[in-house]
Nanobody
Framework: QLQLVESGGGLVQPGGSLRLSCAAS????????VAWFRQAPGKEREGVSC????????NYADSVKGRFTISRDNAKNMVYLQMNSLKPEDTGVYYC????????????????????WGQGTQVTVSS
């Protein structure tokens, strides 16, 4: 059973940067596709980024392209999300997710496709 724990959230000013980390345990992460989702108050959970098992394919939501970068270190069982040029609309709880089945094509943003989830870390972008 894969367990995921996120860290690295916090309060940052617009234009600032944060790096989120997701530590996996209980199973080897190299067997899993991984993703980051976020949920703002009163809104549905949305896909932010996804990476295949070897990060040979990465996907990003249009709203974060060019600003966010997903990466993974399978040897350390870690997933990261580097977030630059943060905007107030990036505020929300960020969740790390994983699944042994890699989502096909443009379906990566569907939360229902991921079976393992962390508890989330809060990111607040405000001046």
């Amino acid at each position: 059973q894969l367990q995921l724990v996120e860290s690295g959230g916090g309060l940052v000013q617009p234009g600032g940067s944060l790096r989120l980390s997701c530590a996996a345990s209980g199973s080897s992460l190299d067997r899993y596709a991984v993703a980051w989702f976020r949920q703002a108050p009163g809104k549905e959970r949305e896909g932010v980024s996804c990476a295949t098992t070897r990060s040979d394919i990465t996907n990003y939501a249009d709203s974060v392209k060019g600003r966010f970068t997903i990466s993974r270190d399978n040897a350390k069982n870690m997933v990261y999300l580097q977030m630059n040029s943060l905007k107030p609309e990036d505020t929300g709880v960020y969740y790390c997710a994983a699944d042994k089945i890699t989502p096909k094509g443009s379906s990566w943003y569907r939360a229902v496709l991921f079976g393992s989830w962390g508890q989330g870390t809060q990111v607040t972008v405000s001046s």
